[in-house]
């Protein structure tokens, strides 16, 4: 079952002689429990096609479905709430509460909700993210792998449709990139969890089951990797 449809999303900027095609009728889905990698590089669309995933920007033309669902139609009160609890997002800088603590920024998203806390939830993910010790440290007293485990947990905390991950290590050196994208490709795992990685390293991309190659603003290649 699809849990992300893509149909001819299309964005365009401008007019006229200074008009720019970030988009071009681009077509494609996910499948529960697929971890996809999408790669391009700089100027190629897929930071585009993230943000219109993600419902943070309006397509020209075109349509994107989440379990089910047409976002594009959304308002933007609708999509805020839809975003907490159908989307997992992770970024490059984390976006953490620097009030919070590692338990209370996973939560957050359950918060906002007025949901009740599950603590046995809460207390798995602490284990498998490998912060059971940090719970109570606040951002500035972790390190940035520690801080890109927390947005992890929060990403996961609601047991979203989907982990959109956008260049989740590119704050980060070599070997805590590996140990993230590692937790990734755990979670996927373990709790059956669709992942749609954003990048633009090829390495990192062929931790991935599926790659999807953007230029130009079109999909060049859609390849299934050998495992």
């Known amino acids: 079952m699809a849990v992300l449809e893509v149909k001819e999303l299309t964005k365009i900027y401008g007019r006229g002689e200074s008009v720019v095609v970030a988009l071009d009728h681009v077509s494609f889905s996910v499948e529960r429990g697929e971890f ?41 009160d609708e999509l805020a709430i839809f975003r907490r609890r159908n989307l997992g997002m992770i970024y490059q800088f984390y976006n953490l509460i620097p009030t919070l603590t590692a338990e209370e920024n996973i939560v957050l998203p359950w918060r906002l909700d007025g949901r009740r806390l599950n603590k046995n ?7 498998v993210l490998g ?25 996961l905390i609601n047991e979203p449709a989907f982990i959109l991950a956008d260049e989740p290590t590119g704050n980060l050196d070599s070997k805590t990139s590996g140990e ?20 633009h390293d090829e390495k990192i991309a062929l ?21």
């Open 36 to 76: 996809v990698a999408m790669i391009g590089a700089s100027g190629s669309g897929k930071s585009t096609l993230m943000n219109m995933i993600g419902g943070l920007d309006h397509p020209t033309s075109g349509e994107v479905i989440i379990d089910g669902k047409g976002i594009t139609s959304m308002s933007e």
């Open 131 to 155: 912060l059971k010790e940090r719970a109570d440290h606040l951002p500035g007293q972790m390190s940035g792998g520690q801080q890109q485990r927390v947005s992890i947990g929060r990403a």
């Open 121 to 127: 939830r809460v207390k798995e993910l602490l284990a």
């Open 207 to 227: 931790s991935a089951d599926r790659i999807i190659t953007i230029g130009d603003g079109k999909i060049l290649r859609d390849e299934v990797m050998k495992k």
């Open 180 to 199: 993230i994208i590692d937790l990734l490709r755990y979670t996927n795992k373990r709790f059956n969890q669709t992942v749609l990685l954003i990048t």
